[in-house]
């Protein structure tokens, strides 16, 4: 039955606008990275592990089609309200909603084909317990298909902060700095988490995407830099210089936007495949 010719769309119905956006565009880089790679087999159960407001999932459920069925698990309850939402406006029907941590999954061993996340894994508290869970309920020949920022992501504000606190003779916040930086996730560490877990790497991809910004002050005050990245530099850099090294960092960010003619971030991102 050819019931999708009888939908009629009414782009003036506030409800219709409201779902409009999908997703922010940070996730959307290594989103479209993740959907160029990932397999689409029809008929399959999936999981999105760290689906936030429905993403990748709602994509994947329609991509995939209505005879296979898409798992989100996300504890942020606010978020999964609003891909509920979304899913409902969209006529989505395949997928469910599971409140609540990864590392504790309410599904039944070997039960799933493909289990994704996107940017999901330097969010997670215990990446080791996740992947366990996620080899329990992964079926045999099942598919991991992970899309992740790496480190080295935005080194170029990195290397100011850096220069910010030598000139400021911060020595003792220069490790915080690293580690704060080392906790981001490598390929090879990645690698071996998910092939502690069981699962065999099949494959992996690379790409650099640039976040561009006339410069640091525009940088420093946007939206998605303010809620996903700022509360993490700002404990690094906690203390009682903190504000007037913010300022050193604005205006060596600035001064180098100058020199350049923008300011350019380089996020390294990775697609890592496994299979159980
Ligand atoms: C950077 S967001 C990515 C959200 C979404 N996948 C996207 O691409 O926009 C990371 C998500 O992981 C979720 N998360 C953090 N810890 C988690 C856990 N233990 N289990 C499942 N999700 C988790 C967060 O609540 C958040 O929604």
């Not at 997928?95 to 990864?102: E, Y």
């Not at 590392?103 to 061993?109: E, M, T, V």
Request: hydrophobic share 50%.
């Amino acid at each position: 039955m050819s019931d999708y010719l009888n939908h009629q769309v009414n782009i003036h119905d506030p409800a219709f606008v409201a779902h409009y956006d999908e997703l922010p565009l940070w996730s959307a880089y290594a989103g479209a990275l993740l959907l160029r790679h990932v397999p689409l087999r029809r008929g399959c159960v999936a999981l999105d592990i760290g689906c936030g407001a429905g993403f990748p999932l709602l994509e994947l459920a329609q991509r995939l089609g209505a005879g296979s069925h898409v798992y989100g698990v996300d504890p942020w309850e606010a978020a999964l309200d609003r891909a509920r939402a979304k899913a409902r406006q969209w006529q989505v029907a395949n997928v469910t909603l599971i409140p609540g941590d990864a590392a504790s999954l309410p599904l039944p061993n070997e039960s799933i084909d493909l289990i994704v996340s996107n940017l999901g894994v330097n969010n997670l508290a215990d990446g080791v317990a996740v992947f366990a869970e996620c080899r329990r309920v992964a079926r045999p020949g099942a598919v991991v298909a992970l899309t992740t920022n790496l480190q080295g992501h935005m080194q170029e504000f990195y290397t100011v902060a850096f220069a910010a606190l030598e000139s400021a003779r911060a020595d003792h916040l220069i490790p915080r700095l690293q580690r704060h930086i080392e906790q981001r996730a490598t390929i090879p560490a990645l690698a071996a988490a998910l092939e502690a877990a069981g699962f065999q790497m099949t494959r992996t991809a690379e790409e650099t995407a640039e976040l561009r910004f006339a410069d640091g002050s525009a940088m420093l005050r946007h939206w998605f830099i303010k809620l996903a990245f700022l509360p993490a530099w700002r404990d690094a850099l906690a203390g009682p210089d903190m504000a007037a090294l913010f300022s050193d960092i604005e205006a060596r960010l600035n001064a180098h936007a100058r020199h350049a003619g923008e300011l350019r971030l380089s996020i390294p991102l990775a697609y890592l495949e496994a299979r159980a």
